[in-house]
């Protein structure tokens, strides 16, 4: 703390990533990036880009990574705000539609970034617990709010609300903005972007960073009506008017556009999930349903920090929170095969 802080910044409480480690071995199942790479066509369209044309700036609207989302999901390039991450869209989203004087809503287990930003923005919240399965209760939703946010699937559980169910509670609160953050819906969900027409209240963020292979890159975007976005853009456009590079414009369009390797690379990561499941539950681990590219499962014999720490020790590295509603949990990531059985193997001298 020095003098010369603004106030506010002593009370801040920010977010901790998961480890990004130095050590190249490791097998690294705790950051839910994905085992396959980016799609090709992306790689050679950012490549085409590293060039004379970076001493000038991008577009500062990002015109065709909106259009390839726009044609993608078939909604107006209106409906499409894109950002340097989806936690800069969310960072954007609680500046710009969630400070009303009200308790902003999200589950008590979830992404733990919505309270850091609540501490950033002076928004109160009220953390709603999740049922004995951890599940959101959709009905918990109807009560006064100034906006409510939630992943889906929902992270770090991995599990899914239906779209009837998000219907009921965008239903239920007409006059907030229902903010539904789809950062893992590729890998078994149906998005909630085929409800914006119909509810001016729901907006939907998205990343590049899981289901396209592009972490490294940092590109996330929102879909909502027209209304929403141009929040978003005032935010932005207060706060930093070229947040996406070329690169990174010229990378997201082209991975947007390449579906077939988008498809099958998330089929392969869904197909190696069912086969972790199967795994751990062989070891005798509780695996709760996961739709998302990442698992959380508890043993009943094992205390999970302890494994945590000792499957570290083998390379094998995976995420533990100390939250003590999830404190008896891994996180696991799902990987590429070889790392997936890496992992069953330490943990079947551990179990
Ligand atoms: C639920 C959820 N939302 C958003 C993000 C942020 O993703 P990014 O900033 O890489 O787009 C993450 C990242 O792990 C996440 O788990």
Known sequence: MSKFWSPFVKDLVPYVPGEQPKLAKLVKLNTNENPY????????????????SLRLYPDP????LKQAVADYYGVQTSQVFVGNGSDEVLAHAFHGLFQHGKPLLFPDVTYSFYPVYCGL????YEALPLDEQFQIRAEDYARPNGGIVFPNPNAPTGCLLPLAAIERILQANPDSVVLVDEAYIDFGGETAITLVDRYPNLLVTQTLSKSRSLAGLRVGLAVGHADLIEALERIKNSF???????????GAAAAFEDRDYFEQTCR?????REAVVAGLQDLGFEVLPSAANFVFARH???DAAQLAAALREQGVIVRHFKQARIAQFLRITIG???QNQALLDALKGLV
Not at 121 to 124: Q, W
Not at 240 to 250: F, H, K, T, V
Request: hydrophobic share 35%; charged share 20%.
């Open 37 to 52: 790479g980016p799609s090709p066509k992306a790689i050679a369209a950012m490549q085409a880009e590293l060039g004379d």
């Open 61 to 64: 609207n990002g015109e065709r």
């Open 121 to 124: 923005y002076g928004i109160d």
């Open 240 to 250: 930093n008017s070229y947040p996406l590079d070329r690169m990174a414009i010229a």
């Open 268 to 272: 392969q990561v869904i197909a190696s």
């Open 300 to 302: 009943p014999g094992r």
């Open 336 to 338: 590429a095969p070889e």
